[in-house]
């Protein structure tokens, strides 16, 4: 395996996370194959899941350009935007958050997060935001250019051929995860909601020559989209950083599981994500982790990997989705004490 010279990056993410066994999802859900999970939920506590590792890069960028503020977007409960609120108080700069919604009545779950860190917060009602959103983001820039500050602006979840790092150095962690576990080749799903994780794990993979097949399981949009906006982020991660290795990068998305939209969790995502974290101690959230493993059981019931004994999934983090949501969980019923 060649190692890449990687940019700088700020030491913000706990690495390397654990590769861990799933014994009991394997006998319920496996079909024969064993079933893994990447803990990317543990790469820290507030600064939590897969949006850790991008930052990581955009954050020394800030630093090494002068910037002293960061300007992001997502949803109400973007965990992109709450783990930038935090990485920008340990760096000592201002975060300025683009939400798509209506100022909530009762802050909780990331949005309440972002407030505590100190993150100047801007909501926008759906329909504007979806509208307006380059120009919005371009407009607060400008606010702070003439208070003679100087505003970096990062694309919906750090996705971009910088963020993409994150996930390209993290392949050489996965590199030797496998070899630790006996693992000679693996297919590894994870969800993708604006696409970064995706892309650099897929071209992470070609460059480590890491033994994965990597699928997306789409949260938002269709195939289509994500693989547009996979080799967008390659496209850009070759224009910004020319001389690196020529290698293929071939996207795969696992389409179909999206439901209602967006952010909207069906019963059976629900049932499953209090089935694994009864069965083997992992939370999954009703956004992202829990729709990317109810469609990888899915797949492993239709037999999409036959021929392959071990089936990684990558907890991408999410947690403090779990809570704003915590009355569709009303199937869970309490016990009294004796």
Known sequence: MSRLALPQRVALAQRP???????????????????????????????????????EFIVAHALA????????????QSNHCRATAFAAAQAGLGAHLVLRGDVPTAPQGNYLLGQLAGAV???????????????????????????????????TGGSDGLGIWGYVAACEELHDDLR????????????????GTQAGLTLGAALYGVPLTVWGVNVCDDEAYFLGKVAADVADWRSRFPGQPEVAVTARVIDGYVGDGYGVASSAVLQLIAELAALEGLLLDPVYTGKAFHGLVQELQAGRFEGTRDVVFLHSGGVFGVFPQADQFQFLHAVSGG
Do not use: F, M
């Open 17 to 55: 996370t654990p590769l861990q066994y799933l014994p009991r999802a394997s006998e319920r859900w496996g079909c024969g194959h064993r079933l893994w999970v990447k803990r990317d939920d543990l790469t820290g506590c507030l600064l939590s899941g897969n949006k850790v590792r991008k930052l």
């Open 65 to 76: 350009e002068g910037y002293d503020t960061l300007i992001t977007c997502g949803g109400l």
């Open 121 to 155: 917060i801007s909501c926008y009602p759906k329909s504007r935001y979806v509208a307006e959103l380059p120009g919005l983001l371009d407009g607060w820039r400008a606010h702070y250019a003439q208070q003679g500050r100087k505003a970096l602006v990062i694309p």
């Open 180 to 195: 630790s576990a006996g693992i000679e080749a693996a297919q590894l799903v994870t969800a993708t909601g604006s696409g």
